[in-house]
Structure formats: structure tokens, C-alpha cells
């Protein structure tokens, strides 16, 4: 009689689906530090603007299961302290132009 050793399967790579990476939507940070850097030459607008999208967009990467950003910031809640504060400052720099504009 022979004996014959029992076959082990190895799992296929293919049968386990790989787990999507969250999406990290770092171009709207690097778009609002550039808006930032732009700022000072142009018109806050385009700083609300950048760093309005930006809230959104990590706000719904967040959601989505996003846990570390390639942001120099790294964490995406100091991503959103960021883009929040960012966004006030356009704020009210363009409150300050417009009360300037009509004194």
C-alpha cells in the first residue's frame, strides 16, 4: 500500500478580491496651497474656491474609509483644519477688499 501525503491548496490571489485604497484627493490640498501662494498676487476668491472643494473632497474621502493622506499634513483631519481655516481667511480677506472698495 502507498501511501501518498495529502494535498494542501495554497489560496489563489485571484480568488480573494483586493481591497480598493480610499481615495485620497490630495491635488485639492496642493491646489489650495497653491491658491494661498496665488493670494497674494490675486484676489481671495480663488482661495475660498480651492479650499471649498477641498473640505468636500476630503470630507468625502473621510467617509470613505480614508485613515492617512499624502498631503504633507499626513492626518486628514489637519487636512480639513487646514482647508477650514484657509477658507476663513479668503473670507475675510475678501470682506475687508470689498469694505475697502465702497469707503
Known sequence: MTLTPPS???PSPISQPARPLPFDPL??????T???LAWIVSAPV???AMSALGLWAYRRAIRGGLTRSKC???SP???LLY???IFVIGAGALLY???QLFA
Not at 27 to 32: A, I, K, L
Open 8 to 10: 494542501v491548496e495554497a
Open 27 to 32: 491635488r485639492f490640498c496642493v491646489y489650495t
Open 34 to 36: 497653491v491658491a494661498l
Open 46 to 48: 480663488m482661495m475660498m
Open 72 to 74: 504633507v499634513l499626513r
Open 77 to 79: 483631519r489637519l487636512v
Open 83 to 85: 482647508l477650514g481655516s
Open 97 to 99: 477688499s470689498v469694505r
